[in-house]
């Protein structure tokens, strides 16, 4: 199944030319035309990139549904060998992606580097997630006879099918084309279309580019990747609503994500939607840690506040203390820190309009104050930070304090007392993070928060800041809506896999057409639970 349309030709595989990749081929869109912008100077740049068609969305799709049995069931090692071959030209197309990403973004180069960095780190940290077989999930049950008499019972995990990814605008690469939703939905035997951000247009070609000679040169099949490019609604939602896009992947706002979840929901077979869209990420600081250091943590507050202009998912937007002098040092060292942090230029014009309309809607509430606001950048998309401050008992009282302002502006809550501090934290949203500063004279209190912060986190942190998420094995990128759609799992390390499975059975199977992972002899060497029991041994049949 080739696409109709006529691929791009004699270009550099390096540089963005304004194509799509459809079925790992790079192919001239044919709708309207969509340019990223420099958020400096906002000229548009070139290239020039042409929506994708509702032909060439089919295309994509149906590209994916027919590399999906051939791709799911392609070994582990075979997988693991295509993501580390995205990873390797990724680290070898670096230079190329940096100075692009920066063009597009006004990132810093040195946090591209370490993002390109990341980005192929998770890639490995995946294939060696394959190689390892947990993620399989195998578990067997054998059957016996006599008075406790059972059927045999068999189960492993497989690939749900084909997945939509939405880029994100605040990680032109690790939250988007190659970012982990896309690493985690190929580990899992998933093929992917996405949707490229139209913030980093350019970026995004360079690394679908790289996924697409990475799929040809480990012999993926055609349609495993595909990226599509569109402006606005329409392209999302058709992809969303195509019945052979099986789930989604999303890291953006809530109004997208929850536009994106109400499409999946209105499919005649719905499908689940793993969006990452709001949180405020409150930081708890307890009176002790308020009185050993108050002057410290607040310019260390501002120091993460500040971090990528305040477009990190994890800046925090949201800070409880009680009144008291520590609270005052802490206040007025923050207020200093922002006075006179030089601000930043944002990812894109309207993501800093936004982002001044959202900071001004907050300010304009009831009880609400100014503490300081910082210097104002030059530039196209510019964004100065803010602290604002407010009594508890009116936040209590304010739902629309929580509103997320995605930038750099955070509210102080001053509450009376701790049990003010609890009632704050128990009117709290769901939240990706929780952050909670304290020394050993507040545990008690730490204690009797620690369970509220579990029911409205999917990450806490003691004594640190909430800006830097590792990729590993442990962590939890998520939380309770609106944080997410779905709380039970991750976007940020190994476990985001599960995400893309689902559990079979397989009850009295003749041995001979058991899959591989759940024979008697356990030829790939895989954990499996043995009537319940973690072992990697084969079954014995004695």
Same mark, same amino acid.
């Given at each position: ?284 600081? !307890?009176?002790?840690?308020? *009185? =050993?250091? #108050?002057? $410290? ?6 120091? %993460?506040?500040? +971090? &990528? ?65 910082? !210097?104002?950048?030059?530039? *196209? =998309?510019? #964004?100065? $930070? ?6 508890? %008992?009116?936040? +209590? &009282? ?73 990729? #590993?094995? $442990? ?68």
């Amino acid at each position: 199944m080739k696409p109709k349309e006529t691929p791009v030709t004699d270009c550099p595989q390096t540089s963005p030319t304004g194509a799509m990749i459809i079925g790992n081929e790079p192919v001239l869109g044919s709708g309207e035309e969509v340019r990223s912008t420099d958020p400096r100077t906002g000229a548009a740049l070139d290239p020039a990139y042409r929506a994708a068609s509702v032909e060439q969305i089919d295309q994509a799709c149906a590209l994916a549904a027919h590399a999906f049995p051939e791709f799911r069931a392609i070994t582990s090692e075979r997988r693991a060998r295509f993501l580390e071959r995205i990873a390797d030209l990724l680290d070898e197309r670096q230079d190329i992606l940096v100075d692009r990403a920066h063009i597009e973004t006004a990132l810093p180069r040195p946090r591209l580097t370490g993002e390109v960095g990341r980005t192929s780190g998770q890639l490995r940290l995946f294939a060696a997630e394959l190689r390892a077989g947990t993620w399989q999930g195998a578990r067997i049950d054998p059957g016996r006879s006599g008075s406790s008499a059972r059927p045999d019972i068999r189960q492993r995990r497989i690939a749900l099918g084909p997945v939509a990814v939405f880029g994100a605008s605040n990680f032109p690469l690790a939250f988007s084309t190659a970012g982990g939703d896309t690493a985690s939905a190929l580990a899992a035997g998933c093929p992917v279309v996405v949707k490229a951000h139209q913030a980093h247009l350019g970026t995004a070609e360079v690394v679908a580019r790289a996924i697409a000679d990475a799929a040809a040169d480990t012999g993926m099949p055609e349609g495993t990747f595909s990226q599509l490019v569109g402006s606005g609604t329409e392209i999302g939602t058709r992809l969303v609503s195509d019945p052979r896009i099986r789930a989604v992947g999303f890291t953006g706002s809530r109004r997208g994500g929850l536009a994106i979840a109400a499409a999946a929901a209105a499919r005649p077979v719905p499908i689940p939607v793993y969006a990452e869209m709001s949180s405020i990420n409150p930081v708890l600081l !307890l009176p002790a840690a308020l *009185a =050993a250091r #108050g002057a $410290a943590l607040g310019a260390a507050f501002v120091e %993460s506040l500040t +971090l &990528g202009a305040g477009q990190f998912c994890t800046n925090p937007g949201l800070v409880l203390a009680v009144e008291g002098p520590g609270l005052d040092a802490f206040t007025a060292a923050a207020a200093d820190a922002v006075t006179a942090n030089a601000g930043a230029v944002m990812l894109t014009g309207d993501i800093a309009n936004n982002y001044d309309a959202a900071g001004a809607a907050l300010a304009a509430r009831d009880g609400v104050d100014e503490l300081a606001h910082g !210097l104002r950048p030059d530039g *196209a =998309a510019p #964004g100065c $930070a803010r602290l604002l401050t407010v009594e508890g %008992s009116r936040f +209590l &009282g304010d739902p629309e304090l929580q509103a997320e302002v995605f930038g750099a502006t955070s509210l102080l809550v001053r509450c009376a007392d701790t049990d003010e501090l609890t009632a704050a934290v128990r009117v709290l949203e769901g939240q990706l993070t929780a952050t909670v500063h304290a020394d050993h004279a507040d545990h008690p209190l730490a204690a009797a928060l620690l369970p509220l912060l579990e029911e409205r986190a999917g990450r806490i942190l003691f004594d640190s800041w909430p800006t830097g998420v590792q990729v #590993g094995h $442990a962590m939890v990128h998520g939380g309770p809506f609106p944080a997410t759609t779905d709380s039970r799992t991750t976007s940020v390390g190994t476990l985001a896999i599960e995400r893309f499975l689902r559990p079979v059975a397989y009850q009295a199977v003749p041995a001979a057409l058991l899959p591989a992972e759940v024979c008697d002899d356990n030829p790939l060497g895989v954990w499996r639970r043995l009537d319940g029991e973690p072992s990697r041994d084969a079954l014995s049949t004695s």
